[in-house]
């Protein structure tokens, strides 16, 4: 098979490892791809939302099946546009539709779906500018602390949590009448807290039988110890201790079959990952939010785990056999740790010169943020490498991920030293 991924970051890169070691695969192409990408196949100077360049590209290169990392070509309709185009219709693109890629385009909508199905999750009401005050005055019946998020796409940016009423009242102002986040707040959804600890779970589906995949557990913040800014993830570690089987029949029973099934009923063909972002409170899993693709960096921890040709299971989804296919995960735990510029999240320098991948032997070492000037890798982006290691065990993973990491160098590299830590 011939195929085309869409994307550039760490989880494009984990995909193309994945991908590469199929014995089903003829030709492995990325669009746009990175540094690390051109070692598994050849990078495509293409942006993700040109469905134009795209499609032509496919038909050109006889493209068998198309695999869509990010979240934003799958919410502007890439799936729809391939499947309305004559030339390209006959071609599988993984991911949903524009209409099932409304899960993560629009908060409202995901949380209106879970509502419809009976998925837990926390009480929410949804504001706009014709009903702000009304807004400002339900923020003042609520427990604090309250959620404020904006119901579209808003690069990870777009949750905050308030500790007083004063500052939700500001921030919600901001957000709806300031625009604080663009068009993506113009509607906001003010969420019950929810107390306890995060993990995500990630599946596989044809839009009727399913695979569940590893969990993980991804670390947002800057600093040690869980402080500091929000970034796009500093780490993820796989599986995921406290998730024990007990735990996890109960996401499949109560939240990935009823959200199957509530796809089927609202007659959305889904065909995909669905990430389902969780909060485990006492025991208990509720829903905090659904994403149309795969994690970043949560990809690095669960795909080198899943021990299943990648290619065979795609096979699957596209031709609506999933449930017939082959499935296996490695019981070892992944690490995997995340080098970013100095500066990140804020302002970074680019262009630095990374050296010393070569002497990672015990992980593998994924491109994101990376580029190729005149035979040199650089760096490219806020979040630059993701090491990945897999050991028998938690410990053992961390150390091996975190020395890894320390092998590498570029000017003003940063790491956590401490993803998983909390766990052990």
Do not use: W
């Not at 495509?44 to 493209?63: C, M, P, Q, W, Y």
Request: some cysteine.
């Amino acid at each position: 098979m011939n195929i085309l991924i869409i994307g550039s970051g760490g989880r494009e890169s984990a995909f193309a490892y994945k991908l590469s070691k199929s014995p089903k695969l003829n030709q492995l192409f990325i669009a746009p791809g990175n540094a690390g990408t051109s070692q598994y196949g050849q990078n495509v100077n293409l942006k993700v939302t040109d469905f134009d360049g795209i499609a032509s590209f496919a038909v050109e290169n006889e493209i068998d099946m198309v695999l869509v990392g990010p979240e934003e070509p799958l919410v502007k309709g890439i799936h729809d546009y391939f499947l309305h185009r004559q030339d390209v219709k006959h071609i599988p693109v993984i991911g949903p539709q524009q209409k099932g890629a409304q899960l993560e385009g629009s908060k409202d909508f995901s949380k209106e779906f879970m509502l419809r199905h009976q998925i837990p999750t926390a009480a929410y009401k949804s504001f706009n500018k014709s009903n702000l005050e009304e807004g400002l005055s339900y923020l003042e019946t609520q427990k604090l602390p309250i959620v404020l998020k904006a119901d579209g796409l808003a690069a990870g940016k777009g949750v905050l949590i308030c500790e007083t009423l004063e500052e939700a009242k500001t921030e919600l102002t901001a957000m709806i009448a300031d625009a604080k986040f663009g068009d993506a707040s113009s509607v906001v959804v003010i969420e019950e807290f929810l107390k306890g600890i995060e993990l995500s779970v990630f599946v596989l589906t044809d839009g009727d039988s399913y695979k569940v995949l590893p969990s993980a557990k991804d670390y947002k913040r800057i600093g040690e110890g869980d402080t500091g800014l929000n970034t796009g993830g500093m780490g993820s570690i796989s599986p995921v201790p406290f998730a024990d089987q007990t735990f996890l029949s109960k996401v499949e029973e109560r939240i990935i079959k009823p959200t199957i099934e509530g796809l089927k009923k609202d007659e959305i063909l889904y065909k995909g990952f669905i990430f389902i972002g969780l909060m485990n409170v006492d025991g208990e899993p509720y829903v905090i939010e659904y994403n149309v693709r795969m994690g970043d960096p949560e990809t690095e921890s669960v795909l080198p785990r899943i021990e299943s040709d990648l290619v065979d299971l795609l096979e699957g989804v596209a031709k609506g056999d999933l449930g017939s296919r082959s499935y296996t995960v490695n019981p070892k735990t992944a690490v995997t740790v995340v080098l970013v510029s100095g500066g990140y999240p804020g302002e970074y320098d680019a262009g630095m010169e990374i050296m010393n991948i070569e002497n990672v032997e015990d992980s593998i070492v994924f491109h994101a943020g990376t580029k190729e000037i005149d035979g040199k890798v650089v760096t490219a982006g806020g979040r630059v490498l993701a090491v990945t290691t897999l050991q028998d065990n938690l410990f053992d993973a961390l150390q091996q991920a975190t020395a890894d990491a320390g092998r590498i160098f570029f000017e003003r590299m940063y790491f956590r030293k401490d993803i998983g830590f909390d766990l052990l």
